[in-house]
């Protein structure tokens, strides 16, 4: 799949608002593709030493950048509270 200058611009902008969570992302992959009627959108975010993955599907694939911008929103935020929890603990 060709991978316009617009939908780079758009997946970079998308997943630099995840660094508000966590500022130890040391990698970000992005795979987009098409199959049949489906735009999948996957990535796996490297932070320190863990990784997080998501993956999400729509019949847009601004749209399913969108829902996997979200899912790795939220993945973050969940474990930046366990990092929180985790330092109370002790």
Known sequence: MEITPALKSYVETKLTRLERHNDRITN????????KLRQKAESTVRISGREIYAYAESQDLY?????????LDRQLIREKEKQKDHKHHH
């Open 63 to 71: 749209a399913a950048i969108d829902l996997l911008a979200d899912k």
């Open 28 to 35: 970000v992959a992005v795979i987009l593709g098409v199959e």
